[in-house]
């Protein structure tokens, strides 16, 4: 099993809306990655847990709260978005080693209205 | 600062033709270094990856892509290119310190002409 999955798969919130975004993988992998890519544009890194431990956050704003309850889990809260926060956000995985590639899951496609 | 560069923004090719895509990156230690594919509505794929040995790197659907040291550069080529070949292309790379930390290039966009 090599897939990341990534629930849902569209989301429509208000800008007072609280919503989380759910990412599972099965492979084992000890690393989980949170990216957010907008249209025509390459994924950029907002956070990296490692064993279960945030280790990268990339001065990601508050409104973004992320979370990996165990070592298969990974969430990404969400309140009082902005509509420039509307974007496809993926989730990936990897082992944690420096010769190690990452999983993407097919990603959450956010609107913020 | 840290960053990969890919100078091809959009290429659009015949099928047959031959492909390569440019890749700099800029970075002191050690990296390692990927191309992924992102086809129209389908989640990024690894197409190939570079960790250490043999330069020249063989991926899937016929990719391969070159790891020039001296020249910071990893590109990215296919001999002859298929329809099927059109999407986007990102160049990445693994900025390991006490964790993994991959970052994409600007991406390129292939358009095949059948």
């Known amino acids: 099993d090599t897939e990341v999955t990534q629930t849902p798969k569209h989301l429509v919130m208000g800008m007072t809306n609280k919503k989380s975004l759910k990412c599972e993988q099965h492979?084992?992998?000890?690393?989980m990655y949170w990216y957010k890519q907008k249209a025509k544009k390459p994924p950029e890194l907002m956070f990296v847990?490692?064993?279960?431990?945030?280790?990268i956050n990339e001065s990601v704003p508050s409104r973004f709260s992320p979370e990996c309850p165990n070592s298969s889990l990974l969430n990404l809260h969400l309140h009082a978005l902005q509509p420039e926060d509307s974007a496809l956000y993926l989730c990936?995985?990897?082992?944690?080693?420096?010769?190690?590639?990452?999983?993407f899951g097919q990603g959450t496609r956010l609107t913020v209205v | 600062a840290q960053s990969v560069s890919q100078h091809n923004h959009h290429v659009i090719l015949s099928e047959a033709a031959s492909l390569e895509l440019g890749c700099n990156y800029s970075?002191?230690?050690?990296?390692?270094l990927f191309w992924y594919v992102q086809y129209p509505g389908q989640h990024l794929q690894l197409l190939l990856k570079?960790?250490?040995?043999?330069?020249l790197v063989k991926g899937i659907k016929g990719f391969e892509a070159e790891f020039i040291k001296s020249k910071f550069s990893f590109n990215l080529r296919k001999p002859s290119v298929q329809w099927s070949d059109t999407a986007e292309y990102f160049c990445?790379?693994?900025?390991?310190?006490?964790?993994?930390?991959?970052?994409f290039g600007s991406g390129t966009r292939l358009s095949i002409r059948p």
């Open positions: 990936a995985s990897s082992q944690v080693d420096m010769n190690t590639e990452a999983f």
């Open positions: 492979m084992g992998h000890r690393a």
């Open positions: 847990y490692s064993y279960e431990k945030l280790s």
């Open positions: 970075y002191g230690g050690t990296v390692n």
């Open positions: 570079y960790f250490s040995g043999d330069p």
């Open positions: 990445a790379v693994n900025l390991y310190s006490s964790a993994s930390k991959i970052i």
